[in-house]
């Protein structure tokens, strides 16, 4: 059964930093989608950060950021611990959210490229959430 398990999140003082960890089981994260989302109260779920399956040739690992963290959030794999990070730095109060990972095959028909599929933020298969709460 494929599964993602958030973790990594906690309370920080705002231009502090978090690295967040997605660990999968049941699948290898290498050859799926991964994301990063996130959902603040009374707000609608939005993607932050998406890498691409290392299996896609000419856009294999390839990486999608949302404007409002570009510069300033990162993606990355470690394949060897089946786990895709986010850090995240220069963290503000407007940041504080649950954070979701989420995994997608992209061989089916909900994934066309990575940006669509991180910009939908509602197909694949999602974790618990890890909170994140950026105060002073």
């Known amino acids: 059964q494929l599964q993602v398990v958030e973790s990594g999140g906690g309370w920080v003082q705002p231009g502090g930093s978090l690295n967040l960890s997605c660990v999968g089981s049941?699948?290898?994260?290498?050859?799926?989608?991964i994301g990063w989302f996130r959902q603040a109260p009374g707000k609608e779920r939005e993607g932050l950060a998406c890498i691409n399956s290392m299996d896609m040739s000419s856009v294999a690992g390839s990486t999608y950021y949302a404007d409002s963290v570009a510069g300033r959030f990162t993606i990355s794999r470690d394949n060897s611990k089946n786990t895709v990070y986010l850090q995240m730095n220069n963290l503000k109060p407007a940041h504080t959210a649950t954070y979701y990972c989420a995994a997608q095959a992209p061989w089916t028909l909900e994934f066309t490229t990575i940006q669509t599929w991180c910009l939908a933020a509602n197909h694949g298969a999602w974790g618990q959430g890890t909170q994140v709460t950026v105060g002073s």
């Open positions: 049941g699948f290898v994260t290498e050859y799926y989608a």
